[in-house]
Antibody, heavy 121, light 106 residues
Framework: QVQLVESGGGVVQPGRSLRLSCAAS????????FHWVRQAPGKGLEWVAI????????YYADSVKGRFTISRDNSKNTLYLQMNSLRPEDTAVYYC??????????????WGQGTLVTVSS | SYELTQPPSVSVSPGQTASIPCSGD??????VYWYQQKPGQSPMLVIY???KRPSGIPERFSGSNSGNTATLTISGTQAMDEADYYC?????????FGGGTKLTVV
């Protein structure tokens, strides 16, 4: 069965960095695009970034462009999110989600359980 | 920038039909996806490409999309359907979510 397990969340000071990971299993990881989506406490879903199946294409939300980097290692079935210059408004539960398609388009058909990132001094 | 608009809340009586709208400029020209999120859980895809149901999603969930509005319809609503629902579409290689609608079954 499909499993997505995020890790790497925690409490970090403003301006510092953090790297999230998402370990995937139960399907052919290298065939699909992958997303990061976040949800601030008590708020709605906010899309963060997508990486294509072969890492050739990456797209970001304006709110994180230039600060966050999405990447993947198909040999390890793992998705990453490098978050730099963190701000208090980046505080959220971060979900990794599998795309229905190799690149853009389609929905997000499987989601991890999420990992909480808290940016606070 | 493109936006998707949902009402913050919708109420429905058990056994009745719930309709949750999602509006956006010429939304009917895009595919719309719907997600259900229950408290403390991750979102779950319930409708893709406007009206298609993933495996395991009950037939009482249906979707439509035309003009400027997409609609998620839940027929014979059950207490277990109480949740937040989000619509989603693509615009310029980015994913957009609506603000979410809290469905209350009372």
């Amino acid at each position: 069965q499909v499993q997505l397990v995020e890790s790497g969340g925690g409490v970090v000071q403003p301006g510092r960095s953090l790297r999230l990971s998402c370990a995937a299993s139960g399907f052919t990881f290298s065939s699909y695009g992958f997303h990061w989506v976040r949800q601030a406490p008590g708020k709605g879903l906010e899309w963060v970034a997508i990486v294509s199946y072969d890492e050739s294409k990456k797209y970001y939300a304006d709110s994180v462009k230039g600060r966050f980097t999405i990447s993947r290692d198909n040999s390890k079935n793992t998705l990453y999110l490098q978050m730099n210059s963190l701000r208090p408004e980046d505080t959220a539960v971060y979900y990794c989600a599998k795309g229905l398609k190799p690149v853009t388009g389609g929905g997000l058909d499987y989601w991890g359980q999420g990992t909480l990132v808290t940016v606070s001094s | 920038s493109y936006e998707l608009t949902q009402p913050p809340s919708v109420s429905v009586s058990p056994g009745q039909t719930a309709s949750i709208p999602c509006s956006g400029d010429k939304l009917g020209d895009k595919y719309v996806y719907w997600y259900q999120q229950k408290p403390g859980q991750s979102p779950m895809l319930v409708i893709y490409q406007d009206f298609k149901r993933p495996s395991g999603i009950p037939e009482r969930f249906s979707g439509s999309n035309s003009g400027n509005t997409a609609t998620l319809t839940i027929s014979g609503t059950q207490a277990m359907d109480e949740a937040d629902y989000y619509c989603q579409a693509w615009d310029s290689n980015t994913v957009l979510f609506g603000g979410g609608t809290k469905l209350t079954v009372v």
